[in-house]
């Protein structure tokens, strides 16, 4: 019989993005000893990987942004205005939603601050290879990293990857995308240098030049109200959410051709802003990527699915452990979103068995990756929601 090895940690978190810190914050503030793991060599997730320079979900809709999200993001947000960004809230002039606008490489450093000041262990350039398993409870993972690969034991497991990858090496079935295997478009947000900061940036013009291109353009998924473009903090850069692209699938081809897509697309919309839009005669291409923006991947199986009818009504409940605050936001048409307001009070209660793995006693789930359906997907898996999901996801865990 084989003896069940001693815990190097109390929490292993894999993935490093809102969900992941808010789950390592959680579980560290809650007395565990906790372990982060994160592929990139800095953290952040879709905001420092993606481009996503926008932290929604921190507020309800509405005249006025009422809070929705505290906890541990609060403690990522002052270390932010450390570095000067006022993270107030800013109402997109396009969807009229209260969104925190951010700088990348504050983002990267606030975390590794606010991490650090409370004694979670960092791990970058490492990945979950394997996982060990006795019959309902994770035992140990195996890491790989740049010094190869290493088993580490633990009392309980976070999966905060975005991708289900934790969920997935145990064994446990996901689905991908919604309820008919379709998976919600891809973005390429970029930021644009080069704009002559005196003239306003003129939504009309851009509108009229790319009715024009998407007629004859090669990359005719560009959004037709001009997209979301916001200034850099801190840079003065144009920040642009305009490119969509459809995912068929999760193989690797597919990713290939939408991460191909994405750099093409955005050398040409460069291009149409410099001989179309009043300002823009002398930009350039500041930044793509570092990837694409991930919307949807695997869901794992949940003790509770989340619905878009909890959503709808704003349904409140006992054993809420997060508040789910931003509109049903469905990319499923590529370069066209459609948004429904949160129902009742403006905000829905997310329920504790919503971040409980169905089968084990000791896995968690943060993020994207915590149960819901198709509807409250693509409310759930945004930043702002990400933190207090992941928050809740690490003070259960360290309970475990």
């Given at each position: 019989?084989?003896?069940?090895?001693?815990?190097?940690?109390?929490?292993?978190?894999?993935?490093?993005?809102?969900?992941?810190?808010?789950?390592?914050?959680?579980?560290?503030?809650?007395?565990?000893?906790?372990?982060?793991?994160?592929?990139?060599?800095?953290?952040?997730?879709?905001?420092?990987?993606?481009?996503?320079?926008?932290?929604?979900?921190?507020?309800?809709?509405?005249?006025?942004?009422?809070?929705?999200?505290?906890?541990?993001?609060?403690?990522?947000?002052?270390?932010?205005?450390?570095?000067?960004?006022?993270?107030?809230?800013?109402?997109?002039?396009?969807?009229?939603?209260?969104?925190?606008?951010?700088?990348?490489?504050?983002?990267?450093?606030?975390?590794?601050?606010?991490?650090?000041?409370?004694?979670?262990?960092?791990?970058?350039?490492?990945?979950?290879?394997?996982?060990?398993?006795?019959?309902?409870?994770?035992?140990?993972?195996?890491?790989?990293?740049?010094d190869g690969r290493r088993r580490i034991a633990a009392e309980a497991f976070v999966d905060a990857t975005g991708d289900a990858n934790l969920a997935l090496l145990t064994g446990l079935a996901c689905r991908t995308g919604d309820e008919n295997g379709h998976l919600q478009a891809i973005s390429a947000p970029i930021r644009v240098g080069g704009r002559n900061p005196t003239v306003p940036?003129?939504?009309?013009?851009?509108?009229?030049?790319?009715?024009?291109?998407?007629?004859?353009?090669?990359?005719?998924?560009?959004?037709?109200?001009?997209?979301?473009?916001?200034?850099?903090?801190?840079?003065?850069?144009?920040?642009?959410?305009?490119?969509?692209?459809?995912?068929?699938?999760?193989?690797?081809?597919?990713?290939?051709?939408?991460?191909?897509?994405?750099?093409?697309?955005?050398?040409?919309?460069?291009?149409?802003?410099?001989?179309?839009?009043?300002?823009?005669?002398?930009?350039?291409?500041?930044?793509?990527?570092?990837?694409?923006?991930?919307?949807?991947?695997?869901?794992?199986?949940?003790?509770?699915?989340?619905?878009?009818?909890?959503?709808?009504?704003?349904?409140?409940?006992?054993?809420?452990?997060?508040?789910?605050?931003?509109?049903?936001?469905?990319?499923?048409?590529?370069?066209?979103?459609?948004?429904?307001?949160?129902?009742?009070?403006?905000?829905?209660?997310?329920?504790?068995?919503?971040?409980?793995?169905?089968?084990?006693?000791?896995?968690?789930?943060?993020?994207?990756?915590?149960?819901?359906?198709?509807?409250?997907?693509?409310?759930?898996?945004?930043?702002?929601?990400?933190?207090?999901?992941?928050?809740?996801?690490?003070?259960?865990?360290?309970?475990?």
């Open positions: 019989m084989s003896r069940k090895p001693e815990a190097d940690y109390d929490v292993i978190v894999a993935g490093g993005g809102a969900a992941g810190v808010g789950a390592a914050l959680g579980a560290a503030r809650a007395g565990a000893k906790t372990l982060l793991v994160e592929k990139y060599g800095f953290l952040g997730g879709a905001a420092t990987s993606s481009n996503v320079l926008a932290y929604c979900g921190f507020f309800q809709q509405g005249p006025e942004p009422i809070k929705a999200v505290g906890g541990v993001a609060d403690l990522v947000l002052d270390e932010l205005r450390g570095l000067g960004l006022n993270c107030d809230p800013f109402k997109s002039p396009t969807t009229a939603n209260w969104i925190i606008l951010l700088e990348p490489e504050a983002v990267k450093l606030a975390l590794d601050r606010v991490l650090a000041a409370h004694g979670v262990d960092v791990l970058l350039h490492t990945r979950v290879a394997a996982v060990t398993r006795t019959a309902d409870r994770l035992e140990s993972v195996t890491l790989a990293g740049m940036i003129d939504r009309a013009a851009i509108i009229a030049a790319f009715e024009s291109y998407n007629k004859t353009g090669d990359w005719p998924t560009a959004r037709p109200d001009g997209g979301i473009f916001t200034e850099v903090p801190l840079t003065g850069e144009m920040w642009w959410m305009m490119f969509d692209h459809p995912l068929k699938d999760l193989s690797s081809r597919s990713f290939t051709e939408a991460e191909q897509a994405a750099r093409a697309a955005a050398h040409d919309y460069v291009q149409v802003l410099r001989k179309h839009v009043p300002g823009f005669e002398h930009a350039y291409l500041a930044q793509t990527g570092p990837q694409i923006g991930i919307r949807e991947s695997r869901h794992p199986p949940a003790r509770y699915e989340l619905t878009g009818e909890d959503l709808l009504t704003g349904r409140q409940r006992p054993d809420g452990v997060a508040r789910a605050a931003w509109p049903i936001e469905d990319h499923s048409v590529p370069g066209k979103p459609v948004y429904k307001p949160i129902g009742g009070a403006g905000y829905a209660d997310i329920p504790l068995d919503c971040l409980r793995a169905k089968g084990l006693e000791n896995l968690c789930y943060a993020g994207r990756v915590i149960g819901a359906d198709s509807a409250a997907y693509a409310s759930i898996r945004v930043m702002g929601t990400a933190f207090a999901t992941g928050e809740a996801a690490g003070r259960h865990a360290a309970t475990c």
